[in-house]
């Protein structure tokens, strides 16, 4: 009895296979068909590009949002990153504190034209343009008052605590707060400007700006995973939810406090910030009331009254967020850079989506940018066709040249942008074609008229301007100035002459002093010595961190003592060989080479100190 019973039920069980296998076979098909998981593909990203974990977000058209998470949280510690671990994601939160602003604005508690000297008086502001063009309330959330970016020892630094005065970072002089353009009128990225906006909402609310915005915006945004405040993973301040931040090869960094940190202190989760997101494309409206004026919400992603604007380009940024076309998808987006952390948070307002992503890992070459497509291709967002080639305008062959950054990313850096950070414009009589000196050359084909279009942009990407007399390139957010051909061979020309003349008197003077024949009257015993003291403080970079970089301590007295001797050095071993010329010729043919050497070497440290670079004073850079 038992024998038939099982041969029934194994009778059964067959035929149950044979009607259900074409199903199986079909759900395996369309799984393989379908390829691997998101989880999958940012696991596989992540190992792929040294990156210790990341979560993410997705804002779908129906209202949903859609958390992720991949990778390790703690590397050290083997403690997995989960879809609610709290994330640090540095200038991204500038887009949260840009709407904290806007708030004050809805309120009638500021204006956008009001110029920022009127709430700040006591600001050491230094703008030539001060009578016609004071900068302004919306410049310094535009990122075009024309103020420097940031110094040194104002990003690395470990002297502020949590609770250090916003008024500490600007104290540095009155050149310290220079307009280098003219307010409204160019795009230049600026940590200082949010640090500054950071005091305003100070002044306005008579409260801690951490306070006020976690309160008065956060709270009512229901992002109760996210604070202002500082948080680290170590400490009195610990946030055990708080990733880990790593640097290349795993190595752990803790948060630390900062001056500017208005600009990039910001902590939040992947499901705040699709909260954040969904508010970002919708009126401005919570629970029924006007929390930011309509207006002002069609203003985050729109620039407006830059000269780059006016001349008909769409790209640039807006009141908290830039105009991104990558990958053929448009979208305003935001990128931010932590201590261990890198972000990006794009709102796509026409389709309704949104993604955020953030690594608890700062890599130089990860590519951060794969990540970015697997989200876009998740969304499953409309590709743009390519805007058609235009006819260029006739005189387009006249903006051919050599171009400069202006203004330069860091004023301090001046110098090394023109010698480094040059391209080179050139028409071939069908496209333009940008060519870095460091980078790989740009075609961009002609949409009409100064507009035109790089070949992985969907929309026109650069302009081309006249203004007083000087012709500019610029792609919305980055903006060159021809320079002359004479200015770049002269800056080319030191540079080369200046580099020979140190590497003589490196090869030189060590070539001589093996041969013991360097005494203390040589041309070249004083400039040696000086040129090598510049490894002295090697070790003492070496065991200290890269964030006191701009901090007084034992490495970087050294170094501005080095580089401060060496012109010294230089113009002393110059001065022995005038003194010794009238025996040049019983010294031999070496002393001629000396003399000039010397010279070389010489011209290009003035050159140097005249750009501020020598002695080089890390804590005031």
């Known amino acids: 009895m038992k024998r038939d019973r099982y041969r029934a039920l194994a ?55 859609k958390v992720g998470a991949s990778g390790l949280r703690d590397a050290a510690r083997h403690m997995p990153m989960q879809a609610d671990t709290r994330v640090q994601v540095g200038s991204v939160g500038k887009v949260a504190l840009a709407l904290g602003v806007l708030r004050l604005v809805s309120e009638d508690r500021l204006t956008l034209d009001t110029p920022v000297q009127r709430v700040l008086p006591e600001l050491a502001l230094n703008n030539p343009w001060q009578a016609s063009d004071p900068v302004r309330i919306r410049h310094l959330l535009a990122h075009t008052s024309g103020l420097d970016n940031v110094r040194f020892w104002q990003a690395f630094s470990l002297n502020p605590a949590p609770d250090t005065p916003l008024a500490d970072a600007f104290d540095g002089g009155r050149n310290l707060l220079r307009v280098r353009a003219r307010p409204g009128s160019r795009y230049a990225y600026s940590n200082m400007a949010y640090g500054l906006l950071g005091m305003v909402i100070e002044k306005v609310t008579g409260q801690p700006y951490e306070r006020y915005l976690d309160a008065q915006l956060l709270r009512p945004l229901g992002m109760a995973d996210s604070t202002f405040a500082f948080v680290t993973q170590t400490g009195p301040q610990l946030d055990p939810r708080l990733a880990m931040g790593h640097f290349e090869h795993g190595v752990a960094q803790p948060a630390v406090p900062q001056y500017l940190r208005p600009a990039a202190q910001f902590t939040t989760t992947a499901a705040d910030m699709g909260k954040l997101a969904q508010f970002l494309m ?68 026409e389709q309704d989506s949104a993604f955020f992503v953030a690594f608890n890992t700062d890599a130089e070459t990860a590519d951060y940018e794969r990540f970015n497509r697997l989200l876009l291709r998740d969304l499953e967002l409309p590709l743009r066709a390519p805007a058609p080639r235009g006819t260029p305008a006739p005189t387009v062959e006249n903006w051919q040249g050599v171009y400069v950054p202006s203004p330069s990313p860091m004023a301090s850096m001046a110098w090394v942008d023109a010698v480094f950070g040059f391209t080179r414009l050139k028409w071939d009589g069908e496209s333009l074609f940008l060519i870095p000196f460091q980078g790989e050359p740009t075609e961009l084909e002609p949409v009409g008229g100064l507009l035109f279009r790089a070949s992985d942009r969907s929309t026109p990407s650069h302009v081309l301007m006249q203004e007083d007399g000087k012709h500019i390139l610029s792609d919305g957010l980055r903006s060159y100035e021809r320079a002359s051909m004479l200015r770049m061979l002269v800056l080319w020309g030191s540079l080369a002459l200046g580099m020979a003349g140190l590497l003589y008197v490196l090869v030189v003077g060590v070539w001589r002093a093996a041969l013991r024949s360097l005494g203390r009257g040589d041309h070249l015993f004083a400039p040696l010595l000086s040129l090598l003291a510049l490894a002295l403080p090697l070790p003492f970079f070496f065991f200290q961190s890269y964030l006191r970089l701009g901090d007084v301590t034992i490495a970087s007295v050294l170094l501005a003592l080095a580089t401060g001797a060496l012109p010294l050095a230089t113009a002393f071993g110059l001065a022995r060989c005038w003194r010794s010329r009238g025996t040049a010729a019983e010294a031999g043919s070496w002393a001629k080479w000396d003399w000039v050497a010397l010279l070389a070497a010489l011209q290009l440290l003035l050159v140097l100190a005249w750009w501020g670079l020598l002695p080089l004073r890390l804590w005031q850079l």
């Not at 979560?55 to 209202?63: C, F, H, N, Q």
């Not at 309509?294 to 992603?301: D, I, P, R």
């Open 11 to 65: 009778a059964r069980a067959m035929s149950w296979l044979r009607q259900a296998l074409p199903a199986l076979l079909l759900c395996v098909t369309a799984a393989h068909a379908a390829g691997p998981t998101l989880e999958a593909e940012f696991a596989a990203g992540l190992k792929d590009e040294g990156l210790a974990g990341a979560v993410w977000s997705e804002v779908l058209p129906d209202g949903t949002v």
């Open 282 to 349: 919708g009126d401005g409206k919570l629970q029924g009331a006007q929390f930011i004026d309509l207006a002002l919400m069609g203003a985050l992603s729109e620039p407006a009254g830059t000269d780059v604007a006016l001349a008909g380009l769409a790209t640039g940024h807006g009141l908290a967020l830039a105009v991104r076309d990558r990958h053929n998808v448009v979208g305003a987006c935001h990128p931010g850079t932590a201590v261990g952390f890198r972000a990006m948070l794009c709102i796509y307002p």
